[in-house]
């Protein structure tokens, strides 16, 4: 038979999301434009670019569990923190999408999650510029993000206020917050009639 090839394939993974993975992903967006100083629109931040190995100068992109405000206080950084994720009902009472040729069903939910970036830095107006350069980059890019991941949705949705970092003195953080959506479809195959494999002296046992 002929294969299938209408529904586009998301670049992160075949499975879809995770957690882990989109931790990565937010992470390797961020490697990415700041490793390159020709991508950088402030100039404050050119010769601050991010380096594989452990600087002073460079700016630090690191996952919120990683990070260590104790040694890691001395370069601007943007750390990363996944929030919620929530799951949408589709429509139907168990996620019915649908069936196969093979009159299999299919399940269909929508997801949705968000990331917030925390750009820090140790004066609070190079914190403000940090996020700038940090929004910026992910709104102006986040339709080529959002095709490329084959997402429902993946945009900058809010830029908090600046505050000081109690656990960091003399830092300032700038929280800003992406928020992504995707749809997460599965098929049921029924290899057996429906309780086939359940006997009811064992269904009884279960309590006891």
């Not at 882990?20 to 967006?29: A, I, P, S, W």
Request: charge should be neutral; glycine fraction near 4%.
């Amino acid at each position: 038979m002929p294969e299938d090839r209408t529904t586009r394939v998301s670049s992160l993974c075949s499975f879809n999301q995770r957690p882990l993975l989109m931790d990565g992903l937010m992470k390797q967006l961020l490697i990415d434009h700041f490793a390159n100083p020709d991508n950088i629109e402030h100039v404050e931040f050119r010769d601050r670019v991010w380096k594989p190995a452990a600087c002073e100068t460079g700016i630090l992109i690191e996952l919120a569990p990683a990070w260590n405000p104790t040694n890691e206080s001395k370069r601007p950084a943007v750390i990363i923190k996944r929030n919620d994720w929530t799951c949408i009902k589709r429509g139907t009472f168990d996620n019915t999408s649908g069936s196969t040729a093979e009159g299999d069903r299919k399940h269909t939910k929508y997801m949705k999650g968000s990331h917030t970036l925390f750009a820090i830095c140790k004066k609070w107006a190079e914190a403000e510029i940090l996020a700038a350069e940090v929004y910026r980059h992910m709104m102006h890019y986040s339709p080529v993000f959002r095709y490329y991941f084959n997402m429902m949705m993946f945009e900058l949705v809010q830029i908090g206020q600046v505050h000081e970092i109690e656990e960091c003195e003399e830092h300032w953080a700038v929280p800003i917050t992406v928020s992504y959506a995707w749809e997460e479809t599965w098929i049921l195959r029924q290899h057996a009639p429906r309780l086939k494999v359940f006997r009811v002296s064992q269904l009884m046992q279960i309590g006891s």
